[in-house]
């Protein structure tokens, strides 16, 4: 499979998302996006695999673009 083609999945699952089909908090199943997207489930778990990482890597920056309050040490 080419990249577009994993990239254009990639898309597809974040736009389904974004468009409330998997509202927040709900179970991704990944047979069910490996079906509903006509990709493998193999491909999905990698998608997957990404989106984690890329919520991970925002997460990191989120904190280390939080103001830092000093506190005394009691």
Known sequence: MSR???TDAYSL???AI???RYPPGARLVE???AERF???LAHVQV???QHR?????EAVQQCHAAPVIEQPIA
């Open 18 to 20: 974004d468009r409330g």
């Open 53 to 57: 990482r890329v919520i991970l890597l």
């Open 47 to 49: 998608l997957m695999l």
């Open 38 to 40: 006509g990709r493998s």
């Open 31 to 33: 047979t069910e996006l």
């Open 13 to 15: 699952i974040l736009d």
């Open 4 to 6: 577009d083609g994993a």
